[in-house]
């Protein structure tokens, strides 16, 4: 087994069921594995995502959320936690922005995980879900400045969730990245937590793809498989920047 950087807590925020799975579940799962603890926050709980006859966004709620659980205990996750906002309404509103300060002061993730708001299409045949840009804008704005900020949202001290500055954010990228985590021992947990989300899968098989994706993503390290993240270090991290070269897999 290769050494990898493993953190003590990590907490993935996104837009909707299945988010975590097709972005960076692999590199959680292999945390998860290492010991660490890891928490899902969804900001939807993608009510609006299943499209059948006598659908309603109340069965589709529960539908998504016990998919979404069954992939998180897939990965090893310690916990789910669904903050319903409206799916394909989200906005990085500040009453989202204190939520999510909530969930970070209470956790206390080193590493904070989330998409990237910049991303408006790949290529010439997708726009990024204006939700993925709501969720990722808004854990970003929680992540820093204001969870580590004492005099913002104070009023969370009462519930007794003090302010704490995560050490790294860990931005998913689709086509290029700074840090590339391979999760060759993790594919197949990434394939079956995906296979989870039945109600989006349908009759599609995901494991050709995201072997395709994954490997494309593999190509300047050894490794078969990867996930890429742009990595923001907030805390400085000695330690960590010594053995930087043993932890993550390097470009060549
Ligand atoms: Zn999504």
């Not at 205990?73 to 939520?99: H, M, N, S, Y």
């Not at 993503?217 to 805390?235: D, G, N, P, S």
Request: overall charge negative.
């Amino acid at each position: 087994m290769s050494k990898i950087y493993i953190p003590e807590s990590a907490m993935a925020i996104v837009a909707h069921p299945d988010d975590i799975e097709f972005s960076c579940v692999g590199t959680l799962a292999r945390w998860a594995k290492g010991g660490a603890r890891t928490s899902y926050v969804l900001c939807t709980s993608g009510e609006v995502g299943i499209s059948a006859e006598g659908m309603t966004k109340e069965k589709a709620t529960k539908i998504r959320e016990a998919e979404q659980q069954k992939a998180a205990e897939i990965a090893g996750a310690e916990e789910v936690i669904f903050l319903r906002e409206p799916d394909g309404l989200l906005q990085p509103t500040l009453e989202l922005r204190k939520k999510l300060v909530r969930e970070i002061r209470r956790f206390r993730p080193e590493v904070v995980i989330t998409g990237d708001p910049t991303i408006i299409w790949t290529g010439n045949e997708y726009i990024n879900h204006p939700d993925h840009r709501a969720a990722a804008a808004a854990a970003l704005d929680a992540t820093f400045p204001a969870a580590g900020q004492p005099n913002l949202f104070e009023e969370l001290e009462d519930e007794g969730y003090s302010a704490f500055k995560p050490r790294k954010v860990f931005v998913t990228t689709w086509t290029d990245g700074d840090i590339i985590m391979s999760i060759d021992e993790s594919i197949d947990t990434k394939i079956k937590a995906l296979r989870a989300h039945v109600s989006q899968m349908k009759d599609w098989d995901p494991e050709p793809r995201i072997r395709e994706w994954a490997s494309s993503r593999a190509k300047r390290v050894e490794a078969t498989y990867a996930e890429t993240f742009r990595v923001i270090t907030l805390v400085k991290d000695e330690d960590w920047e010594k053995t930087r070269g043993e932890v993550m897999a390097k470009k060549t």
